[in-house]
């Protein structure tokens, strides 16, 4: 039997903006990636956030990203390796005081936004994101873009590994997500999305949007909690991922850890 972890980005509201509906994304998915405060979310909300998930059995990772709460986190910032690292360190603390407080393991990390696009092709920040995981407590898994330099950087530094896909962003011939500002990148359609994860679960394939096919294997699948069709995205999924024989459960499970 396939397994799959279905993963979102939540707890991205901050002070009196919201964003998303967190509980409602939460009953349908396995594993939540929480804002820690530097580019969305406050104390308040990851406290709240973290216990919603307590609430409903899904699993915690840590959502670092760049300090740009102005520009959510997707502006591309000049960032050093040992900027990278200190700052997701700093981050994966700060959630991890929050799950210790609810009496949650805190289970993975999963950079966000820019400082995960810009990672991803690069080897440099990719490894600096690993140690961060690494040396922030034993046994997080650090989740990245399959395919991507986080593949060999988690081997090169010894931490557990979850390849990620996306239902809800589009593909480029080279298997890097197309970039946001340009046609295609996002995916808006529940069913679509639905299609696109189970094939990505059972064929381990995607079609890019130049009309190639892409071959991966991924662990976990994200749908972004900030989407207006997040939750009937996510809902859809669930139900395509069941119908196909796919088993939705945590990361840790699909990884056998």
Known sequence: MHRMDMNSDLGESFGTYVLGDDEAVLRAVSSANVACGFHAGDPQVMETTVKLCARHGV???????????????RRTLACT??????????????????CDAAGVPLV???????LYNQAAKDPALAEAIARAVKDAGKGLILLGLAGS??????????????A????????QADGTLVPRSQPGALIHDPQEAAARVV??????????????EIAFR????????????????????????????????????????
């Open 149 to 162: 330099a986080f593949d060999r950087a988690a081997e090169a530094v010894g931490v557990p590994y979850g």
């Open 81 to 98: 390796p040992w900027e990278a690292y200190t700052n997701c360190l700093y981050q994966i603390g700060a959630l991890r005081a929050f």
């Open 164 to 171: 990620e896909a996306f239902a809800d962003r589009g593909y």
């Open 199 to 212: 094939r990505m679960a059972t064929e381990g394939k995607v079609r890019s949007v130049e009309g190639t």
């Open 108 to 114: 993975h990390v999963k950079p966000h936004g820019a």
């Open 218 to 257: 991924p662990h976990s699948i994200c749908f972004h909690g900030d989407t207006p069709e997040a939750v009937e995205m996510a809902l859809a999924a669930r139900k395509a991922l069941e119908a196909a024989g796919v088993q939705v459960c945590s990361l840790k499970e699909v990884l056998g850890l």
């Open 59 to 73: 699993s915690v990772g840590a959502h670092p990203g760049h300090p740009d709460l102005q520009g959510f986190g």
